[in-house]
């Protein structure tokens, strides 16, 4: 009997896997994954946010974006899609947006970048970019942010001083993980920045 | 820029002491011997002056830069923006990760001591995106002084496409979560492994052989799946009791009963970072000394989940192992190993500190084996990888067993 049933797992299991090969190795030809001379699609920096906040804080603690330089972010993250159970696309989502993240803080992104910028209103750019880690309440979607409908919170500070730190990226003392510049989104301009933070102030502001 | 401003000034103050001059001169026509003084002194401070203001300039021309030193500037910061980007065209990348740890325990009966020091490098070389190579070894300092170094897993991934990872090698075992995912040092909130999920115990650590791993996306949720082939485990017999003391399901290079061993986990995330997953083997096991003679059925089921809300993980798993009877053999009955755990971690933000409890239960083929424990714990974070950990395990096993001696312990983790 047992013996039986190892039969049937083994007749199966063998099939299964040759099975599921196939059907992803069909996928090849989106994914271009085995000749690296065809076109990947480009990292998404908004969606790799998502991915990151999703899934990087299960089996560990997360780590922060700036931890490491854009050429070391490259093999963890394929090392993380393998222990994960990512896409390929994710893995690309999720390596755009730690590089675009890990931007040293304070790195002279003037307020007056030539950026185009999104013309996407504050609300739009808070839940496209934002909100992997503030959380659509506002009260932080990850262990590390902070609350903004705290009174206290960090909405309490002059406005220009909020711009400066969304701007440049910012980590208060103590703190464990960086507010990335731009909340590691690089098309956002300094009007956009405007939007969200007024955006911020009327939903999550006393 | 500045090249200009020096052209200009010099153009205009030209054009003063020219126009300046002739007015000067053309002041009076009728000239006495005073005005004619006055006028030379006054011609004199001029010139004076105009050397001056051409020793000045001198010196700013020597301070600005030429167009010919801008445009050699320009070349050398195209050089360096193209060394600085050269590594977004390299085709290999060589990385290192990995952990160690510093522990001491004290157990019921025995002396405390520091009773671990450990070195886990792991190694990664990627072929742009196609190749990965991961390997980690275990330095571990033994008890008599001497070191052990053991390949916990070596593995070359083949990215085949955005959905399959294809790998061989030496790899963690797929099924389950803690001994694949969860028991490195700055990973796992306490310094054990939960009973029944260490070494010969209840969990299987890892294969030698092929696996293919990967995820999809289906209507916004993620799916996970590792599947794979490989030699499987031995068993460790006592011939002189006729019993099975343990499975051991570490990867090796032979394959003593025959039969390759087939398994696999697939994994859900219903939330944001959740997960639940079932795992399972089959395959068949022979004793370590009766390799083909006495073969036997291999089976291995496990559910785990995972769940992190805010400030407080959840995790809970649970495993077993089965083997079948076989009359040839000198321990002719089946066996069986299973254990669970659950475990709650929390941090107490915005403070550094973290409370864990867990409860563990494993149940051995050999009774002395068997173990309940409660463990709790206190962790500081210095870092996300970074943590030291402070625990009491209270133990409940068989009597006078040292599965029954309750442990402190106090360990330091460093993951990089």
Same mark, same amino acid.
């Given at each position: 009997?047992?013996?039986?049933?190892?039969?049937?797992?083994?007749?199966?299991?063998?099939?299964?896997?040759?099975?599921?090969?196939?059907?992803?190795?069909?996928?090849?030809?989106?994914?271009?994954?085995?000749?690296?001379?065809?076109?990947?699609?480009?990292?998404?920096?908004?969606?790799?946010?998502?991915?990151?906040?999703?899934?990087?804080?299960?089996?560990?603690?997360?780590?922060?974006?700036?931890?490491?330089?854009?050429?070391?972010?490259?093999?963890?993250?394929?090392? =993380?899609?393998?222990? $994960? &159970?990512?896409?390929?696309?994710?893995?690309? *989502? /999720?390596? +755009?947006? %730690?590089?675009?993240?890990?931007?040293?803080?304070?790195?002279?992104?003037?307020?007056?970048?030539?950026?185009?910028?999104?013309?996407?209103?504050?609300?739009?750019?808070?839940?496209?970019?934002?909100?992997?880690?503030?959380?659509?309440?506002?009260?932080?979607?990850?262990?590390?942010?902070?609350?903004?409908?705290?009174?206290?919170?960090?909405?309490?500070?002059?406005?220009?001083?909020?711009?400066?730190?969304?701007?440049?990226?910012?980590?208060?003392?103590?703190?464990?993980?960086? =507010?990335?510049?731009? $909340? &590691?989104?690089?098309?956002?301009?300094?009007? *956009? /920045?405007? +939007?969200? %933070?007024?955006?911020?102030?009327?939903?999550?502001?006393? | 820029?500045?090249?200009?401003?020096?052209?200009?000034?010099?153009?205009?103050?030209?054009?003063?002491?020219?126009?300046?001059?002739?007015?000067?001169?053309?002041?009076?026509?009728?000239?006495?011997?005073?005005?004619?003084?006055?006028?030379?002194?006054?011609?004199?401070?001029?010139?004076?002056?105009?050397?001056?203001?051409?020793?000045?300039?001198?010196?700013?021309?020597?301070?600005?830069?030429?167009?010919?030193?801008?445009?050699?500037?320009?070349?050398?910061?195209?050089?360096?923006?193209?060394?600085?980007?050269?590594?977004?065209?390299?085709?290999?990348?060589?990385?290192?990760?990995?952990?160690?740890?510093?522990?001491?325990?004290?157990?019921?009966?025995?002396?405390?001591?520091?009773?671990?020091?450990?070195?886990?490098?792991?190694?990664?070389?990627?072929?742009?995106?196609?190749?990965?190579?991961?390997?980690?070894?275990?330095?571990?300092?033994?008890?008599?002084?001497?070191?052990?170094?053991?390949?916990?897993?070596?593995?070359?991934?083949?990215?085949?496409?955005?959905?399959?990872?294809?790998?061989?090698?030496?790899?963690?075992?797929?099924?389950?979560?803690?001994?694949?995912?969860?028991?490195?040092?700055?990973?796992?909130?306490?310094?054990?492994?939960?009973?029944?999920?260490?070494?010969?115990?209840?969990?299987?650590?890892?294969?030698?052989?092929?696996?293919?791993?990967?995820?999809?996306?289906?209507?916004?949720?993620?799916?996970?799946?590792?599947?794979?082939?490989?030699?499987?485990?031995?068993?460790?017999?006592?011939?002189?009791?006729?019993?099975?003391?343990?499975?051991?399901?570490?990867?090796?290079?032979?394959?003593?009963?025959?039969?390759?061993?087939?398994?696999?986990?697939?994994?859900?995330?219903?939330?944001?970072?959740?997960?639940?997953?079932?795992?399972?083997?089959?395959?068949?096991?022979?004793?370590?000394?009766?390799?083909?003679?006495?073969?036997?059925?291999?089976?291995?089921?496990?559910?785990?989940?995972?769940?992190?809300?805010?400030?407080?993980?959840?995790?809970?798993?649970?495993?077993?192992?089965?083997?079948?009877?076989?009359?040839?053999?000198?321990?002719?009955?089946?066996?069986?190993?299973?254990?669970?755990?659950?475990?709650?971690?929390?941090?107490?933000?915005?403070?550094?500190?973290?409370?864990?409890?867990?409860?563990?239960?494993?149940?051995?083929?050999?009774?002395?084996?068997?173990?309940?424990?409660?463990?709790?714990?206190?962790?500081?974070?210095?870092?996300?990888?970074?943590?030291?950990?402070?625990?009491?395990?209270?133990?409940?096993?068989?009597?006078?067993?040292?599965?029954?001696?309750?442990?402190?312990?106090?360990?330091?983790?460093?993951?990089?």
């Amino acid at each position: 009997m047992r013996h039986a049933i190892s039969n049937i797992f083994s007749g199966l299991v063998l099939p299964g896997l040759v099975a599921m090969a196939a059907v992803a190795w069909s996928g090849v030809a989106f994914s271009e994954g085995l000749s690296t001379g065809g076109v990947m699609s480009e990292g998404d920096v908004n969606r790799g946010a998502t991915t990151w906040a999703n899934n990087c804080t299960r089996c560990h603690e997360m780590r922060s974006p700036t931890e490491f330089r854009d050429d070391i972010w490259k093999p963890v993250v394929a090392h =993380m899609r393998l222990r $994960g &159970g990512l896409t390929g696309e994710q893995q690309r *989502d /999720v390596l +755009a947006f %730690l590089q675009a993240s890990n931007s040293p803080r304070a790195a002279q992104v003037s307020f007056e970048d030539s950026t185009p910028g999104t013309g996407l209103s504050g609300k739009d750019i808070y839940s496209q970019t934002c909100v992997a880690c503030h959380g659509a309440n506002g009260k932080g979607a990850i262990p590390g942010v902070p609350d903004f409908t705290r009174p206290t919170g960090p909405l309490s500070k002059p406005d220009e001083e909020l711009l400066h730190n969304i701007i440049n990226g910012y980590q208060g003392p103590g703190s464990q993980m960086a =507010m990335p510049a731009k $909340g &590691g989104n690089p098309e956002l301009n300094a009007a *956009d /920045v405007r +939007a969200v %933070l007024e955006y911020l102030h009327e939903s999550f502001g006393q | 820029m500045k090249h200009l401003t020096s052209q200009w000034r010099q153009t205009a103050l030209a054009a003063v002491i020219a126009v300046a001059l002739p007015l000067n001169a053309a002041a009076d026509s009728t000239v006495g011997d005073d005005t004619y003084e006055a006028l030379k002194s006054q011609v004199e401070m001029l010139q004076q002056q105009l050397q001056q203001i051409q020793e000045t300039l001198k010196q700013y021309e020597q301070q600005t830069v030429t167009n010919e030193e801008v445009q050699e500037l320009k070349q050398e910061l195209a050089e360096v923006a193209s060394q600085q980007s050269e590594w977004k065209n390299t085709d290999s990348i060589v990385h290192l990760a990995g952990y160690g740890d510093a522990t001491y325990s004290d157990k019921e009966g025995s002396p405390g001591a520091f009773s671990g020091a450990r070195f886990n490098p792991i190694f990664h070389y990627q072929y742009k995106d196609l190749l990965m190579l991961g390997a980690e070894m275990a330095i571990e300092v033994e008890d008599d002084g001497g070191t052990s170094t053991e390949l916990e897993y070596t593995t070359i991934h083949l990215f085949a496409t955005d959905y399959l990872a294809v790998g061989g090698g030496k790899f963690l075992s797929p099924t389950g979560q803690f001994r694949q995912n969860i028991h490195p040092s700055w990973i796992n909130k306490l310094p054990t492994a939960p009973s029944g999920f260490g070494h010969d115990q209840a969990a299987p650590i890892s294969e030698v052989g092929l696996q293919g791993m990967g995820g999809f996306l289906v209507a916004g949720l993620n799916i996970n799946y590792g599947a794979y082939v490989g030699n499987g485990p031995i068993l460790e017999i006592d011939a002189v009791d006729g019993e099975i003391e343990a499975v051991e399901a570490e990867g090796r290079t032979s394959n003593d009963d025959d039969k390759l061993v087939y398994g696999g986990r697939l994994g859900l995330a219903p939330w944001p970072n959740s997960e639940v997953g079932v795992s399972f083997a089959t395959g068949e096991v022979a004793g370590e000394d009766e390799k083909n003679n006495a073969t036997r059925d291999y089976d291995v089921y496990g559910a785990d989940a995972a769940y992190k809300w805010r400030n407080l993980g959840l995790r809970g798993e649970f495993i077993k192992q089965k083997v079948g009877s076989a009359g040839s053999s000198a321990a002719p009955n089946s066996a069986s190993w299973q254990a669970w755990y659950a475990q709650a971690a929390y941090r107490f933000m915005p403070t550094n500190f973290e409370g864990v409890v867990r409860y563990s239960d494993y149940d051995a083929n050999l009774k002395n084996q068997d173990q309940e424990q409660w463990a709790l714990g206190i962790n500081y974070l210095f870092a996300p990888n970074a943590m030291a950990k402070l625990a009491y395990n209270f133990n409940d096993g068989k009597n006078n067993s040292n599965a029954d001696d309750n442990a402190f312990q106090v360990q330091f983790a460093y993951g990089f």
